[in-house]
Structures are given as C-alpha cells and as structure tokens.
C-alpha cells in the first residue's frame, strides 16, 4: 500500500494558519507541536476508576478524533481538558493535563478563562433559551465585551464563520430554538468561536443531526482545521477517517477505559500496531 | 361455570363498593359546594366585595377583609419569596444531593410542612408579636404565613429549577460563565413558570390559612390604615361570623364562597403555569 | 444533575459571594423551624420545670384558674377524632384512588381526580362552615346535642380523604403495569388483581398517605373546633361533644396568663412532636417523592 504525505492544514486557510507540516513519514515542513499534553490521566466516578492511565499528546491546528464503543470513557476525557469534569459530583481527575504548558487541574487555574480558551460543543444542540443574537453576546458580555459595534462584529464574524449569516441576518431576535437541528449545531459553533478559543471540544457534534446537517456540520469542521485545535469524540469512523489527522482509540475493560493506541489517523485506520484497535476499525468489535 | 361464579360475585361486589364510595364521595363534595352555592350567591354582589362591614358582620360587605387579606399575603410573599427562592437556587444548583447541609435543609423543610397551623399561631404570637413587639398586626400575620408557605414554595421552586435541562448548564459552564451568569441569564428565566407557580401554591396556603392568624393578625374588621395595624383575613372573618356573630351565617357563606373561588383561581393559574413549562420542554426535545 | 464542588469551582469573585448568600438564606429557613423549637420551650419551660410533664395526666382535671392542668380528655379527643377520622377516610380514600384508577372510564377518572383536589384544596374553616350549618344538626334531630366527636370524625375525615385519595393513587400508578400484566396472564379475576397484586405492592405509599393524613388531622384546628361541641371531657360516646388540644388552644390563648398559657404552649409542643413524628414515619415509608 502506498501512502502519499498528506498535509495536516490546508494553507489556503489564510495567514493565521499554524504550520503543521505533512504528518506521513516524509518530510515535515516543521515539527507538529503539542498543545495539549496529556500524562499518565485518571479520572473517578464516586471512586470507580472510569479512565485509567491515559497519556497522549494533542498538536495544535490538527484535528485529533477520538473513538471507541460507547463507556470507554472518550467523553470523561473530553470534559476534564475543560475541567467540565468538575460539575460533576464525585469525580475526580488524577494525573497531568497541560495546556501551553499551564497545568489545567491546578487549584489555581481560572477556570472560566480556561474554558474560554478551551471551547466545547456537545453531542445535542444546546442553544439558550435566548435570541440568536443574544446566544452569541451574552457569553460575549459575560467575558467583558461591552461595546456595541464590537459584539455585532463578533456576532456577525461568528456566524459567517459557521456560515449561518446568511441564513439568519434578518432573524437575528428570532429565538434560537425555532432554528433546525443543525442550524443550532452551528449556532452552538459559532458561540464559542466568538470567544476565540485555541481549542475546541467536539462531543460527537453530529450524531444528533440529520445526515444532511451532519454533512454541513462535517465541512465546517474540516475549515476550522488550522485556525484551531480540533478534538472530537465521534463513532462515525468514517467521519474521523475524513477528517482527522490524528486518532486515538480507547476500549473499556472491566468498565474502565483506557487509551490502546494512539497515533496517525491512516496509521491507525490502516497499519494499528494493537489488535483491539484492528479489529475495531474494520467492524469486527465493538 | 360453576367454579367461575364465586369469582363473579367477588368481581361485582368490590366493583359495587368502588362505585358506591366514589359516589358518595362525590356526593358529599356536591353537597358542600351546592351549599355554598345555595347559601353564598345570594349575598354576593359588588357591593359586597367593596363595602366596609357593618352588625358585626352580618350585613355590609367584606371590603376591609379583602384589603386585610391582600395586605397579609403581600407581607407573607414579600418575605417569603426572596429567602425561598434563594433556598431553592442554593439547594438545585449550588450543592450535590449528599451535601450534608443540603439534607438538614431539606429534612427541616419537611418537618416545616408538617407543623400544625396552630402552633404557627403560637409562635408567630410569642415571636412576631410579643418578642418583636408587632402586636396584632397584619406585620406579624404575614410574617407568620411567610413561615408557613416557605416549604412548599421551596419545594416548588426547586423542583422547577431541577426541571431546566441540564444541557444548558453544561454549555453555559463550557462557555466559561460564572455560575451567577448561568443563573441571571439563563436558568432563572427559563424556570420562570415554575416559580411563579410556586408563588401561586404559596399564595394558596396561606390564604386558606386560620388558626395561626387569629393569634397574630387578629380580629379588627376595620379598614386597616398601616401594616402595624390589626386586619382580618376572609377565613378568620368566616370563623368569627359563624361561631361568635348570631346569624352571621349568610354572609359567612358568601365570604367562604368568595374564598373559595380565590382559591381555585389562583391553583389554576399554578397549574396552568406549571403545564406551560412542561409543553415548553416537550416542544424543545 | 449538574453541580459543581463549591471549592474549585466557584473561584469568581461574584460566585463566592453568591454562594454565601445563598447559605445564609437557607440558614434563615432552618432557622425558622429553630426558632418555632426554640420558642414554645421558652414558653412552656416555666410550667414544665415548676409542674412537671406527669402533672398534665395527673390532675383532677382541666382548671387552669386554680392551677389543674390536666390534658388528658383533650388528648382524649384529639386521639378519638383522628383515629375515627382515619377509619372512616382511610377505606374510603384508597377505594377512590382504586375507582380512579382502575374503574372509572378515563373522562370520569379526570372529572374525579379534579374533584378531589378541589376537595383538597378547600380550607378547613370552610369545613368548618359547612359541618356547623349542615352537618351538626342534622346530628342533632338525631342524637342531640348534635356538635359531637361525630361530627369532628366526619368532617376531618372528608378534610383529610384527599390526602389518603391521592398519596394512594400515586402509589397505585408507581405498581409495574408488568405485574397487573403478569396477575391477568395467570387468569387472576380483576377483583383479585386489585386486591393481591396492585394494592399489596402499594401498601408502603399508602400507608404512608394515611400517616400523612393522620398528622393533618391532629393538626386540624378550625374545622374541630367548629363542630366538635367544645366541652372538655374525655369521650366516652360519639355524640358526646368534646375539646381536642388544638381547639383548646384556640380557645383559651386569647385570655390565657401565667401557668395557663405555658400549660397551652405545652400542648402545641406536644401536637408538634407528635405531628413531626408522623411525617418523618411518612416520609421513611412513602420514598421522598411525597414531598416532591
């Protein structure tokens, strides 16, 4: 099998692309470099291990997907890089999660800038209960925007982002919850691209949706690849086959999951190194 | 068919008994309302609900209690209102099911519920209106209901603030909003319905409310002039006029008449309240 | 459910002060219940520790002007009215519940349901009311003088009939329709579904309805009051009138000085012991979906 170099972010993306170079075997353009590393992590549900020593590294401007069957623990993973981890009552998170090398778990992270930082989007739609506008300028508010033409412009450079401008511009008062499934998906996009994140979470953003939505959804995802760092929890392994640059593959044994294998997407997709991970990505288990 | 029989029998008579209690029942029910009916509507007019009363009672009409009664439960909701809220927010969004404190709260509001209204009155006379010198007042009245509506309207408010899906507290945390922003913003508007219903139970508890006003609120049937004066509520005038006033009977009657109706207006507006959130809810899923 | 643990995950400024207030708040509401202790033992201490609890049993009777504070046929009365009052709803309210449920066609089933709440929601001087004009004499052509410790039992009964109706309709609607299910499968008449599988396994709900109900009618005041006759002694028939304790303090509290009114906190004491026992056992039995 042959496998051409395959470059991690389209340059066209514009001059704020990071520079991640080829990630096959050939040569880089530059090193991929971690923004997010992950070392030996354990998290506990009321003192049953749900996650047990899971050590990756997440590169910047890449999207990494993370698969696996359903209570591998893929979501607890996702929710403590935002500390999400910490709404819910009796778990805890052991092990090391830096984010630009500040520690995320550290009593004295801010946590509300953390989260700003580190945006997430999950599996259903949750616009507020509020008017288009007022999804995207109430967070906007709430982190110290306070002038007017500074929120449309936000609001507006949001929208177009996600491309739903132009479907919503004469409705922006319009509450947000009368808008379609994946139009709120992209609402709900577009609200943390508002804040400008580095980093966004993806908890499977399109199993919710429509295939139609899903693939709308889908593309808009592969345009953030660059502009931000992209972790996403999916099951669709063609979806993370299409779009990721880097997979991890989690299993649960015993109900506590763990991290088999990480790598390169097509590696893991085409040459995984574990037999679980070989035998879940060609539907034989899970 | 003969086996079959006994079971027959059985079958029929316990389907004779359940018919037979709902109807009396039901019976009973239509009897105390067509009394009501038969006996209040006579006497109810405008006038009535507006003029002062006169004889003890027994003629005029029930505008000063009206104004008494609207003065209480405004003192009892004013009061009521921002500590249950508060203990309603504390305890659905602020501490985990197993929270010691949280359980003492809850347990103390269960206990609260079940203390007989007049020990109510008994308190609220030794508390309200002797330790705190408000004497009989309508102060001290709604203070006393303010006590005694507190459990349900907490439990109301909880339960609608427990209602607002959890989606959007996880998004608003995710945004990076502070908890107060998530509340301010989000989750209060959104139980909206439910607090006002719980605001209508509360209402509705203490406007049924007696014993613990005779002691508190006291008896004057006077157009009360402040809040430190003494004012009757419509249940302690019913009291008054059918055991203290020799044929007070007709207008006592029309005043429980005029109770009633209150009452079940204000419960269908929780209840219609209450509804609204819920077809919301079912409308967004 | 979504929570935060107070300690890392309030570090704004303006959460940790909202928490606070919250707290104190909640404090304030516990506080009440405190206060209510804290304040009929303020009051009744000084009788207590001057008289002694045995002396409320043991006096020649109820004088409280000449210092004879015997509660007992108050006591008396209100054990009587409640426990007739229970009987008499008890059997009547679960086969309401059992109607609705299982017997009426859905359009009655609501129309019933409504009835009840309404029921519920009526206030006890209204009872009150009604028991005095249209309940008491006709006790009266009967058996004089007509205001009885019947006519207490029948009217807290349809007072607190709602409590058991619905407590026990809830209970009923909680039984898995895979046992009903399973009963009928196995050829069971109805009567014999209802009776040996729905209610048996609905016994912990009902039961703790009717020990809800119990306490509501200990508690009652004004609807006793109105037409149980007043007279303090201890029952010795239906139609004798008597004096519950929470009548007695209704009564008196308005005139009442010194010992004697120590002697009425005493008996809302001990109503309130006796109440709060009652809804803690209901509470135990019934799960916390009672106080929803």
Redesign the interface.
């Known amino acids: 099998m042959t496998k051409t170099p395959e470059p991690c972010c389209t340059p066209q993306n514009g001059s704020e692309a990071y520079t991640v170079g080829p990630l096959q075997s050939g040569p880089a353009c530059c090193e991929p470099e971690p923004v997010i590393r992950v070392t030996n992590l354990s998290l506990r549900y009321a003192g049953q291990p749900a996650l047990e020593n899971v050590a990756l590294d997440i590169y910047r401007g890449c999207i990494t997907a993370l698969i696996g069957p359903s209570g591998c623990g893929k979501t607890s993973f996702l929710s403590s890089l935002n500390r999400l981890t910490d709404l819910i009552p009796g778990c805890t998170v052991e092990g090391g999660i830096e984010i630009d090398g500040r520690d995320v778990h550290d009593p004295d992270t801010d946590v509300q800038a953390l989260r700003r930082q580190v945006g997430m989007i999950f599996q259903k739609p949750n616009p507020f209960p509020l008017s288009i506008r007022r999804n995207i300028q109430m967070p906007l508010r709430e982190h110290g925007v306070r002038a007017c033409t500074a929120l449309e412009e936000k609001t507006e450079a949001a929208l177009r982002d996600v491309g739903l401008w132009d479907e919503v511009r004469d409705r922006l008062d319009a509450p947000a919850l009368v808008l379609s499934g994946g139009q709120q998906q992209r609402l709900c996009i577009a609200r943390a691209l508002a804040l400008q994140p580095e980093i966004l979470l993806m908890d499977e953003p399109c199993s919710a949706l429509d295939p139609l939505s899903s693939g709308v959804v889908e593309d808009l995802i592969q345009d953030l690849r660059g502009r931000y760092t992209v972790v996403i929890v999916t099951h669709n392994l063609a979806q993370a086959r299409r779009i990721a640059n880097y997979a991890g593959f989690f299993w649960a044994k015993e109900r506590t999951g763990t991290l088999v294998e990480f790598g390169q997407c097509r590696q893991i997709f085409e040459e995984p190194a574990h037999e679980l991970t070989a035998a879940y990505v060609s539907g034989m288990r899970g | 068919m003969a086996r079959r029989n006994p079971?027959?029998l059985?079958?029929l008579?316990?389907?004779l008994?359940?018919?037979g209690?709902?109807a009396?029942?039901?019976g009973?029910?239509l009897?105390?309302v067509g009394?009501?009916l038969w006996?209040g509507a006579g006497q109810l007019s405008w006038n009535f609900l507006t003029a002062a009363t006169e004889n003890a009672g027994r003629s005029g009409g029930i505008g000063s209690i009206l104004v008494s009664t609207l003065l209480i439960l405004a003192v009892a909701m004013v009061v009521a209102t921002?500590?249950?809220l508060?203990?309603a927010?504390?305890?659905s969004?602020?501490?985990?099911?197993?929270n010691r404190?949280a359980q003492?709260?809850g347990l103390?509001?269960?206990?609260?519920?079940?203390?007989?209204?007049?020990?109510?009155?008994?308190?609220g006379?030794?508390?309200f209106s002797v330790?705190l010198g408000l004497g009989f007042s309508i102060l001290a009245g709604g203070l006393t209901l303010a006590?005694m509506a507190?459990p349900i309207f907490?439990?109301?408010a909880e339960?609608g603030l427990?209602a607002v899906?959890?989606?959007?507290?996880?998004?608003?945390?995710?945004?990076?909003?502070?908890?107060?922003?998530a509340?301010s913003?989000?989750l209060l508007?959104?139980a909206t319905p439910a607090l006002a219903a719980a605001l209508m139970l509360g209402i509705?508890r203490a406007?049924?409310?007696?014993?613990a006003l005779?002691?508190t609120s006291g008896y004057v049937d006077r157009m009360p002039s402040s809040l430190a004066d003494s004012g009757r509520a419509l249940?302690?005038h019913?009291?008054d006029l059918?055991?203290n006033v020799a044929g007070g009977?007709a207008n006592?009657?029309a005043t429980?008449l005029v109770?009633?109706v209150l009452?079940?207006v204000i419960?269908n507006i929780a209840l219609w309240l209450a509804q609204n959130l819920l077809q919301k809810r079912i409308a967004?899923s | 459910m979504i929570l935060s643990k107070p300690s890392i995950s309030s570090p704004s400024r303006a959460d940790a002060r909202l928490t606070a207030a919250l707290a104190l708040a909640a404090t304030l509401a516990v506080g009440i219940l405190l206060l209510i202790v804290l304040f009929l033992l303020r009051e009744s201490w000084p009788v207590l520790q001057r008289v002694g609890v045995l002396r409320f049993l043991t006096d020649p009777g109820w004088h409280p002007l000449e210092g004879m504070l015997n509660l007992a046929p108050m006591l008396g009365a209100t054990a009587a009215s409640s426990l007739g009052a229970i009987l008499v709803a008890g059997p009547l309210g679960v086969a309401s519940a059992v109607f609705g449920r299982y017997y009426a066609p859905p359009a009655i089933a609501g129309l019933f349901r409504r009835m009840v709440a309404l029921l519920a929601g009526i206030p006890s001087v209204v009872f009150g009311l009604w028991g005095l004009t249209v309940l008491v004499p006709r006790i009266a052509q009967w058996q004089p003088p007509g205001a009885s410790l019947l006519a207490g039992i029948l009217i807290l009964a349809l007072m607190v009939l709602p409590t058991v109706a619905l407590t026990a309709e809830a209970a009923l609607g909680a039984v898995p329709e895979s046992y009903l299910r399973g009963a009928a499968a196995l050829g069971l008449p109805r009567s014999g579904i209802i009776l040996g599988v729905a209610l048996p396994a609905a016994r912990g709900g009902i039961v703790a309805g009717i020990l809800l109900a119990a306490a509501r009618a200990l508690g009652e005041t004004m609807a006793v009051l109105m037409v149980a006759g007043n007279v303090v002694q201890m029952p010795a028939s239906l139609f004798d009138p008597v004096r519950t304790l929470t009548a007695n303090i209704a009564l008196e509290m308005a005139y009442a000085t010194g010992d004697h009114r120590a002697a009425l906190f005493v008996s809302g004491l001990a109503l309130m012991l006796l109440v709060v026992t009652l809804v803690a056992a209901a509470g135990r039995l019934g799960g916390r979906q009672l106080h929803g």
Do not use: K
Request: net charge neutral; with cysteine; glycine share 6%.
């Open positions: 079971r027959f059985r079958d008579l316990l389907a008994l359940v018919w209690v709902a009396s029942v039901a009973s029910f009897w105390l009394d009501m006996h921002p500590l249950g508060a203990t927010v504390l305890l969004e602020f501490v985990s099911p197993g404190f003492l709260v103390s509001l269960d206990v609260l519920a079940g203390v007989p209204s007049i020990v109510f009155g008994l308190f006379m030794a508390f330790f006590c507190l907490i439990r109301t339960a427990r899906p959890d989606d959007w507290r996880r998004g608003a945390a995710a945004l990076g909003l502070s908890r107060s922003a509340l913003h989000i508007p959104a509705g406007m049924a409310e007696t014993a005779i002691f249940a302690v019913i009291y059918s055991m009977d006592a009657y429980a109770l009633v009452l079940i419960n967004q």
